[in-house]
């Protein structure tokens, strides 16, 4: 079997993109991949390192304010698209999947004008633009929440509640021990992220808060982003239930020990905390395209697995409080760890599978 996978831009298109490979080669032993992303962004490393064969397209997204950069790329999208349809014709793909990413949509918009068998997937609640503009051009859609199926409103092939592929990848890992970083396993633990950057604005919020937590019985961890760290520790001392890393590279096998979680709804996020069943409190990113990290977490609370407080609420008050109300209510607590078990997919790379041998028959 041969398939092309086209993901780009962010780990929250290019993890999910990796774990359906994953699965394509755990059930098809003859199979050949070629990978199509980007010329200047993680996966032109990230694949090719992985020994996958990979083919880079110059593209970028549309900026809304360099007139100059937007004529230029409808220029390389036109280019992008007559390579794509030569790399077709050579390589003559049974599938083209398309995961995410403004990449995608010369890649899907190639196979479909080649008649080639072809599926998108959406990891976030708001639709992506490129996928908007493709969800009349392929076969099948995959959405990561329930919800998403009604944004898609001009759809020609099939639809369905898929999942994220990337939970199952957090599913997978050994635990971490919380010894290993010098915590207590005794106590409960909360980790607070803002992503695996961190955020500037976030850091400027945490001060206060960790010196305020030295009068909990639970210990926090705070990743602060690698960049930020240094800035973020000088001249400060914290309580002895604090921890403060710049990084860690093997978050969700921690998370598998952890209490809580206060992040950002980013999809990966998302994804590893529905497998993983973990209550958690959301300060959605409120820099991304269509505030769609608020929409993230908002499924998430709507349907009893977490709380939400926007990015401009957050004070050291409202974030203690918060997570007191969560950690110290044990009903509350276990109501929302069954509530998140209600809506995780944890065989969503199986489902997917499936589903595209299916549209192959």
Known sequence: MKIIVSAGGTGGHIYPALAIINKFKEKEKDLDVL?????????KDLIPKRGIKYEPIEIYGFSKKDLLLD??????INKAYKRCLKLMQDFKPDLVLGIGGYVTYPVIKA???????????EQNSIPGKSNLALQNKVDLIGVSFKETMNKFTKVKGDIFYSGNPCGENALSLPPMDKKELGLNKNKKLVVVVAGSLGSATVNEKMTEFLNEVKKEDY????????DLYEEFIKGKKFPSNVKVLPYLDNLPALLKNADLIVTRAG???MSEILSLNLPAIFIPSPYVANNHQYYNALEIKNNGGGEIIEEKYLTSAKLLSTINEVLKDP??????????????MNNSSDLI????????K
């Open 35 to 43: 990978y199509i992303g980007t010329h200047n962004r993680m996966e």
């Open 71 to 76: 004529v230029k790329n409808l220029f390389l």
């Open 111 to 121: 196979a479909h004008k080649l008649g080639i068998k072809t599926f998108i997937h």
């Open 219 to 226: 210990e926090v961890l705070y990743i602060t982003g690698k």
């Open 267 to 269: 999809a990966s996020t």
């Open 331 to 344: 009903e509350k607590y276990a109501k929302m760890r069954h509530n998140l078990a209600k809506m995780s």
């Open 353 to 360: 599978y499936k589903k595209l041998k299916d549209l192959i």
